[in-house]
């Protein structure tokens, strides 16, 4: 069965330090979503793509955090400086379209713990 | 912003016993996902609904989309220990422009086993 893949699973980090994270959507989906999980609460969007265009950005906090999608198939999200405040969950997801709304699937997420 | 209030936060079953939740909103939505999360796991689907008024059903789940397109529910029935995790509700965000397709999700209702 298709799957969003990520990588990697975990990650440590001292604060200061640049970090990268990793996404494979499901093959055929035009649509990417990168999310942020804090635990206890439930995702919220950090930026959205439309083949290798960024359509949403609003939330992606752009003096530490940049997105890239060059190809229009994988992604990155990078962070650079890392802050403690970065310590979450960080989801990808992809969908075959945005306007018809079929559903976002979900990765296993990146677990980022930032010291 | 639009905010999505579920409920209840928590609650203990007893294998066997039908559980309920819901999730409402002060915005209407045109699609609502419901996810069930494992701990260090990404969310996963488990029903779409795109219509209001709309019943669907995957095995022992059903979910409805409310008439005003302001709340959905979601029932389990005869719980398994399985069933424990975290369950979301996501609303998709009709608006267009950059954000139409960016899911809001609800703060989940943890499922535990009864001690």
């Known amino acids: 069965e298709a799957e969003v893949a990520q990588s990697p699973r975990y990650k440590i980090t001292e604060k200061s330090q640049a970090v990268a994270f990793w996404c494979d959507p499901i093959?055929?989906?035009?649509?990417l979503y990168w999310y942020r999980q804090i635990l206890g609460q439930g995702p919220e969007l950090l930026v959205q793509?439309?083949?290798?265009?960024?359509?949403?950005d609003s939330q992606l906090p752009k003096d530490r955090f940049s997105a890239e999608r060059l190809k229009g198939v994988d992604s990155t999200l990078k962070i650079q400086p890392a802050e403690l405040g970065d310590s979450a969950m960080y989801l990808c997801?992809?969908?075959?379209?945005?306007?018809?709304?079929?559903?976002?699937?979900f990765g296993p997420g990146t677990r980022l713990t930032v010291l | 912003g639009q905010q999505l209030n579920q409920s209840p936060q928590s609650m203990f079953i007893q294998e066997g016993e039908d559980v309920s939740m819901n999730c409402t909103s002060s915005?209407?939505?045109?699609?609502w996902l419901w996810y069930k999360q494992d701990p260090g796991e990404g969310p996963v689907l488990l029903i779409a609904?795109?219509?209001?008024?709309e019943l669907t059903s995957n095995g022992r789940l059903t979910a409805q989309f409310g008439i005003t397109r302001k709340d959905s529910f979601l029932n389990i029935s005869a719980s398994i220990p399985s069933d424990v995790g975290i369950y979301f509700c996501?609303?998709?965000?009709?608006?267009?422009?950059?954000?139409?397709?960016?899911?809001?999700f609800g703060k989940g209702t943890k499922l535990s086993v009864k001690p």
């Open positions: 997801a992809s969908s075959f379209s945005r306007v018809r709304g079929g559903g976002q699937f």
């Open positions: 093959s055929g989906h035009a649509t």
């Open positions: 793509f439309q083949d290798e265009s960024v359509v949403d």
């Open positions: 915005s209407i939505f045109n699609t």
């Open positions: 609904l795109y219509k209001a008024g």
């Open positions: 996501a609303g998709l965000n009709p608006d267009y422009g950059g954000s139409q397709g960016n899911l809001i």
